[in-house]
């Protein structure tokens, strides 16, 4: 019988804030590549929510808040 304990099989538990952050990227990657309307409202939704369950920081919201900002005022520039 294998002895489990001694790295055969390692489980690492990912936290909350980790699962928030990679989905919140992908979303923002498909946002940068795409830029609808549709997926910033679902960024701007998914963010507050992290917040309000305490998986996103504020901090880590306002930075999330103006990046959007600043790729919003981008596309102005470019239109």
Do not use: F, W
Not at 20 to 38: H, Q
Not at 70 to 75: G, I, T, Y
């Amino acid at each position: 019988m294998a002895n489990q304990s001694q790295g055969a099989y390692t489980h690492t538990q990912i936290s909350p804030s980790h699962i928030a952050t990679a989905l919140i990227g992908a979303k923002l990657i498909a946002y940068r590549v795409n830029r609808k309307p549709e997926q910033l409202h679902q960024l701007l939704g998914m963010a507050r929510m992290a917040t309000a369950l305490h998986a996103l920081s504020y901090q880590e919201h306002d930075q999330l808040l103006i990046e959007l900002e600043r790729l919003c005022v981008e596309e102005v520039g470019n239109a």
